[in-house]
């Protein structure tokens, strides 16, 4: 009567992380690559979102703060997620990309396209690339007062 309850608290129990597959399969997880004119942020998590597996940004790259959000320090984070990714099985990838947003700048730094560069050369597969930049419907006032940025 034991061996029963634990086989069925066995099955009970159940594994939300990366599942592990055969290596002709692909195995998603979601990239979210945050690219402003500061900084440069990449974000593997699983498919949910809910589970992050790594996350590296620019400044943990380079030493100097303007080089931040260039695009070596994006080049090299996206290295650092690759490697990382594949110890843990995940060979491809949902891009999501993203700039600042909101009532500033809607373009993406210059980090963001050799990030997604990075990434491809490096032997991950993209799956679908979507932007998701939060662009507002009507906004708050935007900065620099009514006669604008005078230089």
Known sequence: MAKDKSAKQAKT??????????????????????????????????????????????????????????????MMAAQDVTARCKQLGINALHVRLRATGGNLSKTPGPGAQAALRALAR???????????????????????GRRGRRL
């Open 13 to 74: 129990e159940e594994y939300y992380g990366i599942p592990t597959t055969a290596k002709s399969e692909l195995n998603f997880g979601v990239v979210h690559i945050y690219a402003s004119f500061n900084n440069t942020f990449v974000h593997v998590t699983d498919i949910s979102g809910k589970e992050t597996i790594v996350r590296v940004n620019g400044g943990m790259k380079v030493r100097s703060d303007r080089d931040e959000s260039s695009p070596y320090a994006a």
């Open 122 to 144: 490096a032997g991950m597969r993209i799956g679908r690339i979507e932007d998701v930049t939060p662009l507002p419907h009507d906004s708050t006032r935007r900065k620099g």
